[in-house]
């Protein structure tokens, strides 16, 4: 099978113990990229996916950003999917009287309550930094413009997210991709999306000529079984949570020990 396209998760996935690219992964993403198109899908915003396209020189490739809620080719708006205001709002009156930080995202946008342990981490972790004021601020801003949030995060004590988990699930399930990536970290978008929708779309508008089977891609959890399913060869990451392992047609190395690039070298040997 020739792959035409390469759509990888971030972190877990593609990042190593450091949080970084490693030179195998580089390499061999370098190598490729002449005959294969490389996308990054991810929950992150494109701001925090712009300094790993430099490294690799991938600049004018698309970005899955928000876990589909954001799809872009360059400057140009390929997708969009946003939480609605009213549930932004009803996410944040459930964390009041909580030690849950809020973080609110729109497009290249973060804006954060606090530069608080939580934000500093996110910060540290993405090489963004957000932009800070009260949270009320911020939604009576989104309210006058009528805007929505392209992922809404939500960090704390592992207890406090567990019962806001809850909360958004009885309430707003059917509205909300609910989505817990770690035990204190919940992650919140539009029910419409996933990184599959955000590759349909792709093929609608920029690769009409491939098909899904010209696609390999790459993840480690939940939110990337739907990709993994869909394309052409779907790769697990050995650190991948069981569910993923599971349905993926291969399994490679963990991404601490670069295993992106170990199945790039081994599926694209052609490559020059």
Same mark, same amino acid.
């Given at each position: 099978?020739?792959?035409?396209?390469?759509?990888?998760?971030?972190?877990?996935?593609?990042?190593?113990?450091?949080?970084? =690219? /490693?030179?195998? &992964?580089?390499?061999?993403?370098?190598?490729?990229?002449?005959?294969?198109? %490389? +996308?990054? !899908?991810?929950?992150?915003?494109?701001?925090?996916?712009?300094?790993?396209?430099?490294?690799?020189?991938?600049?004018?490739?698309?970005?899955?950003?928000?876990?589909?809620?954001?799809?872009?080719?360059?400057?140009?708006?390929?997708?969009?999917?946003?939480?609605?205001?009213?549930?932004?709002?009803?996410?944040?009156? =459930? /964390?009041?009287? &909580?030690?849950?930080?809020?973080?609110?995202?729109?497009?290249?946008?973060? %804006? +954060?309550? !606090?530069?608080?342990?939580?934000?500093?981490?996110?910060?540290?972790?993405?090489?963004?930094?957000?932009?800070?004021?009260?949270?009320?601020?911020?939604?009576?801003?989104?309210?006058?413009?009528?805007?929505?949030?392209?992922?809404?995060?939500?960090?704390?004590?592992?207890?406090?997210?567990?019962?806001?988990?809850?909360?958004?699930?009885? &309430?707003?399930?059917?509205?909300?991709?609910?989505?817990?990536?770690?035990?204190?970290?919940?992650?919140?978008?539009?029910?419409?999306?996933?990184?599959?929708?955000?590759?349909?779309?792709?093929?609608?508008?920029?690769?009409?000529?491939?098909?899904?089977?010209?696609?390999?891609?790459?993840?480690?959890?939940?939110?990337?079984?739907?990709?993994?399913?869909?394309?052409?060869?779907?790769?697990?990451?050995?650190?991948?949570?069981?569910?993923?392992?599971?349905?993926?047609?291969?399994?490679?190395?963990?991404?601490?020990?670069?295993?992106?690039?170990?199945?790039?070298?081994?599926?694209?040997?052609?490559?020059?």
């Amino acid at each position: 099978m020739s792959f035409k396209l390469l759509c990888t998760d971030i972190d877990g996935t593609l990042l190593n113990a450091d949080r970084e =690219l /490693s030179a195998e &992964t580089i390499a061999e993403f370098t190598r490729i990229k002449s005959t294969c198109d %490389i +996308v990054l !899908a991810s929950s992150r915003m494109p701001k925090a996916m712009h300094h790993l396209q430099q490294e690799v020189e991938i600049l004018n490739s698309p970005l899955i950003a928000y876990n589909g809620g954001l799809v872009l080719d360059g400057e140009k708006v390929l997708s969009s999917t946003e939480v609605g205001f009213a549930e932004v709002l009803q996410i944040a009156q =459930l /964390s009041k009287g &909580t030690e849950i930080h809020v973080s609110i995202y729109n497009n290249d946008e973060w %804006i +954060v309550p !606090a530069m608080d342990f939580w934000a500093n981490r996110e910060a540290s972790n993405t090489k963004v930094n957000p932009q800070v004021q009260p949270l009320d601020n911020t939604l009576n801003q989104y309210q006058r413009s009528n805007k929505g949030a392209h992922k809404v995060m939500c960090m704390g004590p592992a207890e406090q997210i567990a019962v806001l988990y809850n909360q958004l699930i009885n &309430t707003l399930n059917d509205d909300l991709h609910v989505y817990k990536s770690k035990d204190t970290y919940l992650e919140i978008a539009s029910r419409k999306i996933s990184k599959k929708s955000a590759i349909a779309t792709l093929l609608e508008t920029k690769y009409q000529h491939l098909v899904w089977d010209n696609i390999i891609a790459f993840g480690d959890n939940y939110n990337d079984i739907e990709m993994l399913e869909a394309v052409g060869m779907g790769i697990a990451v050995g650190n991948a949570k069981k569910e993923v392992l599971g349905i993926a047609n291969e399994v490679t190395s963990s991404n601490k020990e670069h295993g992106v690039a170990f199945a790039i070298r081994k599926h694209f040997r052609d490559s020059i």
